[in-house]
């Protein structure tokens, strides 16, 4: 049988991923928050990365639907995960639910949400922009991994093969725990100074930058490690670097939240390293989180 995948929060990121599944003729459906239910359009010009232009037009579903989904992917912010999983009022508890949200730190309250349900997360490098209410551009290819939350979880990694097959990559790892880090350690140097400094990703190989973001890295690398990675700081440079490179005609995503007037996921990114940082000291991780704290009240 083939499971339908139920995506909640139809972002640019969630509807790649509905026009890339339904492109496999997997079956889809869109959930929609009260929110955007007021406005929806019922079909979303996608633009693939070779530029070819194609009309999506997924099944939609609605918080109280709840009871029909098959499988569920976490793709809204990370700040309304909780609340958006906290209105599904009659989910199956067979029903596997994967967090693929930026940011971290919200995994154990999930488990407590939701305490029966097959839990995993995940993590994407896949980019994509909204460019107008309906039209949503891929503005990058990456891989994306899914690994157990809870035992339940565990039984799940056949989910990888209908992802693969759409997104071009998916892998199963035991330690997503890890692989979150890893990635929000990238999310941790890019995404606040961005936002704070209103430059796209690319500038902060400028040498006017270069200080910053060493000292960044040296805490972001320290409080990790102290968590138990194992990833060099000089490894950790590069892959910095790297993905800097990769992504740098972008505006990272908590700039382009602050530019809308949107809250960001500060709490989840940098606050999740203030919050395990104990006495370890950092002082610039602590100034960034103030200082987009600060914008986002202007906002
Ligand atoms: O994931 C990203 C984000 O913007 O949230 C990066 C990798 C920084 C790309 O912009």
Known sequence: ?????????????????????????????????????????????????????????????????????????VMTKAYQVLPALGSLRGLPREVPVILLHNGMGIAEDVAKLLPHNPLLAGVTSHGALREGNSQVRHTGKGETWLGPVNEKGKAFSHLTKPLASALGHAGWSEDILSLQRRKLAINAVINPLTACHNIYNGQLSE???????????????????????????????????????????????????????????????????????????????????QEVKKHEGQV
């Open 1 to 73: 049988m083939m499971r339908e995948w139920t995506i909640l929060g139809a972002g640019a990121l969630g509807c790649t991923f509905a026009a890339l599944l339904t492109e496999q003729k997997r079956p889809v459906s869109l959930m929609l928050s009260d929110r955007r239910r007021r406005h929806f359009h019922p079909a979303f010009e996608f633009i693939a990365l070779n530029e070819r232009r194609r009309l999506v037009s997924p099944h939609y579903r609605f918080a109280e639907q709840a009871a029909d989904i098959e499988c569920l992917l």
């Open 207 to 289: 040498p006017r930058f270069a200080d910053v973001v060493e000292q960044l890295s040296q805490e972001v690398h320290t409080v990790l490690s102290a968590l138990g990675e194992t990833e060099t700081l000089e490894q950790y440079r590069r892959r910095l670097n790297s993905v800097i490179e990769l992504t740098a005609t972008n505006y990272s995503s908590m700039h382009q939240d602050l530019a809308h007037g949107r809250p960001t996921e500060i709490d989840y990114i940098t606050g999740y390293l203030l919050k395990h940082a104990g006495e370890l000291p950092v002082p610039v991780c602590q100034q960034l989180y």
